[in-house]
Structure formats: C-alpha cells, structure tokens
C-alpha cells in the first residue's frame, strides 16, 4: 500500500516531541565508506560513485543532487602507518558543486591512498 504521511510532529515512545523539520535537515543527506587502495566503495548512502584521481585524490559523487552546493562535509580516514596528523583537505581547491565534493586525505608526509575513508554530508 502506498501513501503520503503528514506531520509537522514526531514523537518518541517517551512522548517527546520533535519537528519533521529537525528530523529531516539533521540526517546526513549523503555518506560513503571508501577503499582508496582498492578503489571500492564498502557502503553508502546517495553516493553513485567515487572517482578517484590520484593518491588520496578522489570526489564523491552524489546519486541526488544537494539543493546548493552551501552542504557540510564531514569526514575522516584511519591512517596505517602514519607519520604525522591526520590531513584532510581539498587539495585542487575545487569548490563543492550540487553533484559532487572533492576530496585528498593523507598526513604531514603527504596524501595516501587507505583502506577505510568516510565521508558524510549534511545539508
């Protein structure tokens, strides 16, 4: 059976109440789990695909579109090895678009390629 549910509230089994608004802009909109040295994305969630570039070089790309390229990107990758701080920036100084985010994740030594990279955006 298919349908449409409204509601401006949602509430809990304890009765607490909260607003579909606050529900709805505080899940990530998008997220992946990526192997940069295999290049495999492990799961996801509205990613269609992960292009990588170079050594810890790779953009995430959304299955739908954000609605501005104004999101968050949260993310963090487990370094095997490492020879410093955990590194993670941008390093194209590529702006986000609606579709995709670029990404490069390494440490003081330099971008590497890891096994288990997470990106989440929220919008």
């Known amino acids: 059976m298919a349908g449409t549910i409204v509601s401006d509230t949602i509430q809990n089994g304890a009765g607490a109440n909260t607003t579909t608004t606050n529900v709805i802009n505080g899940c990530a909109k998008a997220w992946v789990n990526y192997n940069s040295v295999s290049q495999v994305i492990n799961a996801s969630f509205n990613v269609s695909s992960v292009t990588y570039h170079s050594t810890g070089n790779f953009t995430v790309n959304f299955t739908t579109a954000m609605p501005n ?3 968050c ?13 955990v590194l993670v920036v941008d390093a194209t100084a590529a702006a986000p678009t609606t579709s995709a985010v670029r990404m490069a994740m ?5 971008l590497k390629n890891q096994t288990r990279n997470y990106v989440a955006i929220f919008s």
């Open 69 to 71: 390229a104004n999101y």
């Open 106 to 110: 390494g440490d003081s030594a330099g």
């Open 73 to 85: 990107v949260t993310t963090c990758t487990v370094l095997t090895g490492s020879s410093g701080a």
